[in-house]
T-cell receptor, first 112, second 112 residues
Framework: GNSVTQMEGPVTLSEEAFLTINCTYT??????LFWYVQYPGEGLQLLLK?????DKGSNKGFEATYRKETTSFHLEKGSVQVSDSAVYFC???????????FGPGTRLSVLP | DAGVIQSPRHEVTEMGQEVTLRCKPI?????LFWYRQTMMRGLELLIY????????DSGMPEDRFSAKMPNASFSTLKIQPSEPRDSAVYFC??????????FGDGTRLSIL
C-alpha cells in the first residue's frame, strides 16, 4: 500500500551544520511530493514541493529533488540555524488527487 | 489571504462532555481534512470531504466521533461523550487539487 518512510529522529545538529533528512515513498503512478514543517505550537506549513521526476523543490535554503528511480525525496540544507528547529514531515499525494499520505515526522534540534 | 481558521484554539473539558471543534477552510478549496496529532500516534487522518461530501471516514476512531460539512465554508468535528484518551491536537486542512494541503493552527483538546 501507499506509505512514506522517514529517518527516525530526533536529529540534533550544531548551528551551520549540513542537514539531510531521508524520505522514501511507496506509491503507484507519479505522485506529487511535499515537505512540511511544524514549529512548536503551530500547524503544519508547506515548505517545498515537486510534482514530477527530477524536479527540485526549494525554499528558505532547503532543497529536495524528486528521484523516481529511487522513490526518494530527501530534504537538505547546507547550513542550519537555531530557528530551523522543528518537526519535518515528508508527504505525497497520488496522481488521482485523493490520497494524501504523511510520514511520521522527524524532529530536528539545532544547537547554538 | 485568510488561511484555514480553527476554533477554539484550546479546549479543556471534563470527561463525558460533548466537544465541538470548528473549521473554516480556505475559500474555493474543495477538499477538507480532519487530523489528530498525538505524541504516541503522530499525525492521523480522521476523515476527509470533497465538495462537502464525506469520502473516507475510515480513520474515525469510534462512533463517539462524528464530522459534518453543511456547506463549503464550514465543518465541525464532534466528540460525544469525550474521554481522556481523546486529548490531542486536532488539525483541519483544506486543499484545491492538484495543490498542497493548507493547515489551520489546530485545536489543543484536553479531556480531564
Amino acid at each position: 500500500g501507499n506509505s512514506v518512510t522517514q529517518m527516525e529522529g530526533p536529529v540534533t545538529l550544531s548551528e551551520e551544520a549540513f542537514l539531510t533528512i531521508n524520505c522514501t515513498y511507496t506509491a503507484t503512478g507519479y505522485p506529487s511530493l511535499f515537505w512540511y514543517v511544524q514549529y512548536p505550537g503551530e500547524g503544519l506549513q508547506l515548505l517545498l514541493k515537486a510534482t514530477k521526476a527530477d524536479d527540485k523543490g526549494s525554499n528558505k535554503g532547503f532543497e529536495a529533488t524528486y528521484r523516481k528511480e529511487t522513490t526518494s525525496f530527501h530534504l537538505e540544507k547546507g547550513s542550519v540555524q537555531v530557528s530551523d528547529s522543528a518537526v519535518y514531515f515528508c508527504a505525497f499525494r497520488d496522481n488521482y488527487g485523493q490520497n494524501f499520505v504523511f510520514g511520521p515526522g522527524t524532529r530536528l534540534s539545532v544547537l547554538p | 489571504d485568510a488561511g484555514v481558521i480553527q476554533s477554539p484554539r484550546h479546549e479543556v473539558t471534563e470527561m463525558g462532555q460533548e466537544v465541538t471543534l470548528r473549521c473554516k477552510p480556505i475559500s474555493g478549496h474543495d477538499y477538507l481534512f480532519w487530523y489528530r496529532q498525538t505524541m504516541m500516534r503522530g499525525l492521523e487522518l480522521l476523515i476527509y470531504f470533497n465538495n462537502n461530501v464525506p469520502i473516507d471516514d475510515s480513520g474515525m476512531p469510534e462512533d463517539r466521533f462524528s464530522a459534518k460539512m453543511p456547506n463549503a465554508s464550514f465543518s465541525t468535528l464532534k466528540i460525544q461523550p469525550s474521554e481522556p484518551r481523546d486529548s490531542a491536537v486536532y488539525f483541519c486542512a483544506s486543499s484545491l487539487i492538484p495543490g498542497p494541503q493548507h493547515f489551520g493552527d489546530g485545536t489543543r483538546l484536553s479531556i480531564l
